[in-house]
């Protein structure tokens, strides 16, 4: 089945800078890379997604990219608030249309 | 719309003890899943289905057991709840299996002694 790993668990950057996240999956067949940030005590929500069609997507400060031949993709978040503090979650559609999620990367926005 | 809801919030249980942990959606998704939530370990798949009376087994659903009667409803059962079954349960609905956003409820605590 996909295996999906994620990187770092934990990440600390000051307000303002710049984030990164990465994932790498291993199953070629997927082709649906979704995000969701779940901030303490709630529930997962998407924030971002691409398929695999596209290389590149924005929304406002927020950005994926995803590099197939690599089986890697990445968040990216610009000019971090201290409200973008969350555990953020990549995923990656498998063998079967089932989702599967990295481990998730705790982000602190520190002011 | 209410979204996806779940009930309880909390549950605490003794090992051995069974219990059904309530899912339902107001969304008409005909797809809904079972995740449960271990510190580090991400989000895994329990059990999900593609629509009433179809339901298939995720990653790890030994210990588990659901059904689904209607399109609304997507209970999981305990049937004797042991230590390792502590977590945080969520159930989530989406448009399809993958490829779709998926709608996670608030989730469910549970404490097995």
């Known amino acids: 089945g996909e295996n999906v790993e994620q990187h770092p668990s934990t990440l600390s950057v000051q307000e303002g800078d710049s984030a990164v996240i990465k994932c790498t999956y291993s199953?070629?067949?997927?082709?649906?890379f979704p995000w969701y940030k779940q901030e303490l005590g709630k529930r997962p929500q998407l924030i971002i997604d691409i398929r695999s069609n596209v290389g590149e997507k924005k929304d406002q400060r927020i950005a994926v990219t995803l590099n197939k031949t690599a089986k890697h993709f990445s968040l990216h978040i610009t000019e971090t608030q201290p409200e973008d503090s969350a555990v953020y979650f990549c995923a990656a559609s498998g063998g079967g249309n089932k989702l599967t999620f990295g481990t998730g990367t705790q982000l602190k926005v520190e002011l | 719309n209410a979204g996806v809801t779940q009930t309880p919030k909390f549950q605490v249980l003794k090992t051995g003890q069974s219990m059904t942990l309530q899912c339902a959606q107001d969304m008409n998704h005909e797809y809904m899943s079972w995740y449960r939530q271990d510190p580090g370990m991400g989000l895994r798949l329990i059990h999900y289905?593609?629509?009433?009376?179809?339901?298939d087994q995720g990653e790890v659903p030994n210990g588990y057991n659901v059904s689904r009667s209607t399109t609304e409803d997507f209970p999981l059962r305990l049937l004797s709840a042991a230590p390792s079954q502590t977590s945080v349960y969520f159930c989530a609905s989406s448009s399809g299996l993958a490829g779709y956003e998926q709608y996670f409820g608030p989730g469910t605590r549970l404490t097995v002694t």
């Open positions: 199953d070629s067949a997927s082709n649906y």
């Open positions: 289905s593609v629509g009433a009376g179809i339901t």
